[in-house]
């Protein structure tokens, strides 16, 4: 697993492990994943959504215990609202217009490396920005139909994510072509490649010709859909990174 390695290089490197977070918008998520102190022992895991003991989202006073984790000195605004029931409601956070930042990603982090995993979204791809800007506020329902490109770019433009991730490395060894982000069976498959850079939008560039080259190779669709590369090409408007294939160097490490 990429983040186990990531774990011992850190400690290689001099980081100790009570100063690595290893962190998810939703506590659930790293519970079902493996994220424990018994296979991560010395490292902090935390959730902007969390529950209790009882894995209950609301305290005793009737609030949700996320709500003490949004940072609402730093937000992303959008002109859209949610409908939201009672089952969703403990995942959005807060309705409105506003979407709060995680204070996990502004107060509690001084770095990130951003450790998402290669699939695909229609004909377009959550990687590294959509990783990041969708895991880091609240609120974020409303903003998946309407507003996916626009907010997977914008929010990554936010200074508690443009200005501490430092790293990305997309775990390709298995991911999804099809039905993603939360794929069926029959669409699961070997990428067998882990892809590492510094650049967010370069690295999303190179992961989205893998993954719409295994779409058309498998008869999803016949060709391209430019406007897959949207929020890339937002992206690199907002000097985020580089989208343009012509001008991203790729390094091949074959094992």
């Known amino acids: 697993m990429p983040l186990q390695s990531i774990v011992k290089q850190l400690e290689e490197a001099g ?10 918008r939703r ?14 022992p010395g490292v902090s895991f935390m959730a902007t959504e969390c529950y209790d003991e009882n894995k209950s989202y609301i305290n005793s006073e009737g609030r949700f215990y996320s709500e ?4 609402k000195d730093h937000f992303f605004y959008a002109g859209v609202e949610g409908e939201y029931d009672v089952y969703t409601m403990p995942y959005m956070v807060n309705g409105g217009k506003n979407s709060y930042f995680s204070k996990i990603c502004t107060q509690k982090v ?17 990687a590294c920005m959509k990783n ?3 895991g880091s506020i609240s ?14 770019a914008y929010a990554c433009a936010f200074p508690p994510l443009r200005d501490k991730v430092v790293l990305n490395v997309l775990d390709g ?21 882990l892809l590492l850079g510094s650049d967010p939008v370069a690295v999303d560039r190179i992961a989205y010709d893998v993954v719409i080259d295994k779409r ?34 790729l390094n091949e490490i074959n094992l």
């Open 139 to 152: 609120n974020t329902g409303r903003l998946h139909k309407a507003l996916w490109h626009e907010t997977t």
């Open 27 to 40: 506590e659930e998520h790293l519970d079902d994943a493996g994220f424990t102190t018994d296979n991560y």
């Open 15 to 24: 980081i100790s492990r009570s100063k690595i977070v290893i962190w998810d």
């Open 68 to 71: 003490d984790w949004i940072d």
């Open 110 to 126: 001084t770095k990130i490396i951003n450790v998402p995993v290669l699939k695909n979204a229609g004909t377009s791809i959550t």
């Open 216 to 249: 058309i190779q498998e008869g999803v669709q016949t060709e391209e859909q430019i406007a897959g590369r949207k929020f890339m090409e937002i992206a690199q408007e907002l000097q985020l990174g580089v989208c343009d294939r012509n001008k991203i160097k």
């Open 173 to 193: 060894i298995l991911g999804c072509f099809d039905g993603g982000p939360a794929a069926n069976p029959q669409f699961i498959c070997q990428y067998k490649t």
């Open 132 to 134: 990041m800007a969708f």
